[in-house]
């Protein structure tokens, strides 16, 4: 995106550029709330939390200069002795920079459990709103054979966003699968497809954002000594891409040490580890190594995650 940004300032052109504007996450489970408003947290479902609190540094693509690095805080709530309707809130912070690019974006969600029980399950619908900042710093593009600096100014924008979602979960009841649970879930995090411009004396930039469609589904089996595998699955969609598929298995002891890999068919590899640092902190690494042709030369991609969670009831 640099180098097109440089040429067409540098000829004084108009372009548009699509984009997505959500980063990728390797740990994905930790970052529910940002991938879908009904999702209910992974906290919940594995550790029996209603409330948690998490924060996620992401450095992605490490060997090439100004990266894409993305910060997210987010809170999670559900009520957990709620009947008939479980109320669910929440909402995150997140923020990305690539380059000269970069955009930061606050949300709040609502939304409820359709259950008699949300600790056996149920079906979910939720909405998430906030605002979003789009900026641009001109000020950061460097041009090749330019003898004589262009004035420009960096600029940032600000617009509404709203996302949706769909989720169920269930606790099975019968045979091997007794007091294991499965989930499934559908959402667009960023209904509104906008179209960014950016002005200036050399020429005009647009970004173009197009609506993705996320899919995610999983299976916990629980073990009598505490301990649990997770299977887990998250699908991207997007009108003019392939479709993005990920596969992804975590084994987590009784001691509180986990470890996961799984990876993508569009060639990336994962890895993840982590562990109980006190009875309700967990601390959580995430890494990706791409074998597309690009992969070597990018370098590799570093995910943390911090979570605090607990009960209310």
């Known amino acids: ?135 641009l710093r001109f000020e950061e593009l460097r041009f090749r054979d330019i003898t004589e600096a262009i004035p420009v100014e960096n600029q940032s924008k600000i617009f509404p966003d709203v996302g949706l979602g769909a989720y169920f979960y269930q606790r099975l009841s019968s045979g091997w699968f007794d007091d294991d649970l499965v989930y499934a879930g559908i959402s667009i995090p960023q209904v509104f497809g906008l179209n960014v411009g950016f002005q200036d004396n050399v020429g005009d930039i647009s970004v173009k954002r197009i609506q993705h469609i996320y899919a995610n589904a999983g299976l916990y089996k629980f073990f009598s000594d505490e301990s649990f595998i997770e ?5 991207k969609f997007a009108p003019t891409a392939p479709i993005s598929v990920d596969l992804n298995i975590r084994y987590q002891m009784n001691s509180g040490f986990w470890i996961g890999t799984g990876a993508s068919i569009n060639g990336n590899f994962h890895l993840e580890t982590g562990f109980i640092i006190a009875e309700r902190l967990r601390l959580g690494y995430g890494f ?26």
């Open 1 to 135: 995106m640099k180098k097109l940004l440089q040429i067409f300032l540098l000829w004084a052109c108009a372009t548009t550029i699509q984009a997505q504007q959500l980063s990728l996450f390797t740990q994905y489970r930790h970052h529910a709330t940002i991938l879908n408003p009904a999702m209910v947290s992974s906290d919940y479902l594995a550790y029996d939390n209603n409330i948690s609190i998490g924060i996620s540094y992401r450095s992605q693509w490490v060997d090439i200069k100004n990266h894409p690095v993305t910060q997210t805080l987010v809170g999670d709530y559900i009520q957990a002795d709620g009947g008939g309707v479980a109320l669910m809130a929440g909402g995150y912070i997140i923020n990305d920079q690539t380059g000269p690019t970069g955009y930061t974006g606050a949300y709040g969600k609502i939304g409820g459990v359709l259950t008699d029980d949300p600790y056996y399950g149920g079906l979910a619908f939720g909405i998430s709103a906030g605002v979003v900042q789009y900026r």
């Open 231 to 235: 299977f887990s699955t998250w699908a």
């Open 288 to 313: 990706d190594y791409s074998f597309q042709t690009f992969g070597a030369n990018a370098g590799n991609t570093h995910e943390v995650n911090l979570n605090f969670s607990f009960p209310t009831y």
